[in-house]
């Protein structure tokens, strides 16, 4: 057990509407981070919470946002789905005060598909 | 940009072979590197990480890896290969000043047969 919980574990949407993902991190980590990974593909990281901040953000269209609440938890909007959206959405977490030294935490994962 | 290359896309292998995972980054300053696997319907694991100090980095199930800095290269290996380390592996590096931004390699399908 990795220690990050999210959920959904799957779920389908159309074409145009949102999604809402969610992440509670491991215990005692205060930072962050969303993934998505294509089948096939690598993750690629999409943005970093810290302080209920946008912290980092990769190449990722507005259409993703973000939260975190004062718990540490957190979560990944997407809107106006488009079929590309298609993926693995992975939630990992860290310790943001030993920033050379922590190791980075991963979900399960989310499996959206959008139709 | 930092970038992260592994060559070998899909490995295949008898159970006893020895293993080797090339993975190279693109990155001038200091690093943190890692190796995750990923089983089958399972999530995202840390094999190993390298921080700083010894270059030969040892993690769980008998994989090890060398930081070989001069050329930008992080491999893993593992003597034996069993049936069971059939999964995909990806190469992972985030700057050592970052928390938690890491760039993956597109991955590396190991294939075990029996």
């Known amino acids: 057990d990795a220690g990050v919980t999210q959920s959904p574990t799957h779920l389908i949407k159309t074409r145009g509407q949102q999604v809402t993902l969610r992440c509670s991190p491991k215990?005692?980590?205060?930072?962050v981070s969303w993934y998505q990974q294509a089948l096939g593909q690598g993750p690629q990281f999409i943005f970093q919470y810290y302080e209920e901040e946008e912290r980092q953000r990769g190449n990722f269209p507005d259409r993703f946002s973000g939260h975190q609440f004062p718990n540490y938890s957190s979560e990944l909007n997407v809107n106006a789905l488009l079929l590309g959206d298609s993926a693995l959405y992975l939630c990992a977490s860290s310790w943001r005060r030993y920033t050379s030294g922590n190791t980075i935490y991963f979900g399960e994962g989310s499996w959206l598909t959008v139709v | 940009a930092q970038s992260v290359s592994q060559h070998n896309h899909h490995v295949i292998l008898s159970e006893a072979a020895s293993l080797e995972l090339g993975c190279n980054y693109s990155?001038?300053?200091?690093?943190?590197l890692f190796w995750y696997v990923q089983y089958p319907g399972q999530h995202l694991q840390l094999l190993l990480k390298y921080f700083s100090g010894d270059p030969l980095v040892k993690g769980i199930k008998g994989f090890e890896a060398e930081f070989i800095k001069s050329k930008f290269s992080f491999n893993l290996r593992k003597p034996s290969v069993q049936w069971s380390d059939t999964a995909e592996y990806f190469c992972?590096?985030?700057?050592?000043?970052?928390?938690?931004?890491?760039?993956f390699g597109q991955g590396t399908t190991l294939q075990v047969k029996p």
């Open positions: 990155y001038g300053g200091t690093v943190n």
């Open positions: 992972a590096v985030k700057r050592s000043s970052n928390t938690g931004k890491l760039i």
């Open positions: 215990s005692g980590h205060d930072t």
